[in-house]
C-alpha cells in the first residue's frame, strides 16, 4: 500500500466514525445497499457492462420467481439491472431508475419500529424464500417504504440472510486489479432524485436519513458509498447516477471502442441520449 494513501484512508475511516456517532440510537439507515436500475432489454446492458466492460458481478442475471435481475459492483455499490413490472407498474419505454435499497443498521424488523416511531408509512417485512434440500431458506427480507420519494420507484430496507459482504469484498478486490477497468471507473458518487418542492422533499429525506450528515441544504452523506442529492425540477423522480471514473479520456476511448454513443459535455459525459445502453448515467472524473 502506497504511504500516499494513508492520509486518505485515515480521513476516511474518521468521516465515518464521525457518521456513526451522530446516528445515535434512533438511527435506521446505514447506506445504499444497490440501487435498481429497470429496463426492457435488461440482459443487454448487464451483459455490456459485465463482459466489454469488465464490472464486477455480483450476481448473474437470474429470473427469481416474478421479475429477475443482475447485479453489477460499481466501486462502492452494487447496480441491480432489471425487470420489476411484475412486482407493479409498466415496463418503461427506455432504462430508469427504479429504487434504492437501503442497509438497515440493525435489522428488518428494527427499522420497522423505528419507522413507526418516526411516523414513516411502511409495508410489512417481506421475505423472499427459496428452498434447499426440500427446507424453505430466507435469503432476504425487504420493508418497503412509502410516502417519501417519488410515487413510481421503490424504496426500501434489505436485510440480506447471509453474508453479502463477501461478495462485494471479492468484487472490490477484482476491480482494484483491473484498475477500474475499460472504463477506468471508480464509484457510484451521488444518486440525483428530482423534486418540484425542495423544502418538503428535504423534511421527508431528512426524517428517513436520521443518521446521515447533511452536508449541505437536501445532501445527505451515509455511512458509506453513494451521497443523495435533492435537486429542483417539474417532477419527483430518481433522475440520474453521477458515477466517477479515473479518467474522462480513456472513458470516451472505452465508450468508441463498443460504439455506445454518448453526449460529451466536457467535463461530464451523459449516456442517457436515447440509443439501447441510454441509462441515466452522468460520468465525470474524480478531483
Not at 271 to 285: A, E, I
Request: aromatic share 8%; proline share 5%.
Amino acid at each position: 500500500m502506497s504511504l500516499r494513501l494513508l492520509p486518505l484512508l485515515l480521513l476516511a475511516c474518521l468521516s465515518s466514525n464521525a457518521i456513526a456517532a451522530q446516528a445515535g440510537a434512533d438511527s435506521t439507515i446505514s447506506r445504499i445497499d444497490h440501487i435498481l436500475i429497470e429496463q426492457k432489454a435488461t440482459d443487454d446492458s448487464f451483459q455490456l457492462f459485465a463482459n466489454q466492460l469488465q464490472v464486477p458481478v455480483i450476481w448473474p442475471m437470474v429470473k427469481y420467481g416474478p421479475f429477475s435481475s443482475g447485479g453489477l459492483y460499481f466501486g462502492n455499490v452494487v447496480l441491480e439491472f432489471g425487470q420489476f413490472a411484475a412486482l407493479g407498474g409498466v415496463a418503461p419505454e427506455s432504462p430508469r431508475l427504479a429504487g434504492i435499497a437501503f442497509q438497515p443498521l440493525k435489522s428488518a424488523a428494527a427499522s420497522m419500529l423505528e419507522f413507526d416511531q418516526h411516523q414513516i408509512a411502511h409495508g410489512p417485512a417481506e421475505p423472499f424464500t427459496t428452498y434447499r434440500d426440500g427446507k424453505p431458506q430466507a435469503l432476504w427480507t425487504n420493508v418497503r417504504i412509502s410516502g417519501i420519494g417519488p410515487a413510481d420507484s421503490w424504496l426500501f430496507v434489505c436485510e440480506y440472510h447471509f453474508d453479502s459482504k463477501l461478495r462485494q469484498t471479492a468484487a472490490f478486490d477484482e476491480l482494484q486489479k483491473l484498475k477500474g477497468g475499460p472504463l477506468g471507473l471508480l464509484g457510484v458518487k451521488e444518486v440525483i432524485i428530482e423534486t418540484p418542492d425542495l423544502q418538503a422533499a428535504r423534511a421527508r429525506w431528512k426524517n428517513l436519513l436520521s443518521s446521515a450528515i447533511e452536508q449541505e441544504a437536501g445532501v445527505f452523506t451515509l455511512s458509506s458509498g453513494p451521497v443523495i442529492r435533492l435537486a429542483q425540477g417539474k417532477s419527483e423522480a430518481l433522475r440520474s447516477l453521477t458515477i466517477e471514473v479515473s479518467s474522462l479520456s480513456q472513458t470516451r476511448a472505452a465508450l468508441a471502442a463498443q460504439s455506445i454513443a454518448y453526449d460529451d459535455k466536457g467535463t461530464e459525459i451523459l449516456l442517457g441520449n436515447g440509443n439501447v445502453h441510454g441509462l441515466p448515467f452522468r460520468l465525470v472524473q474524480r478531483d
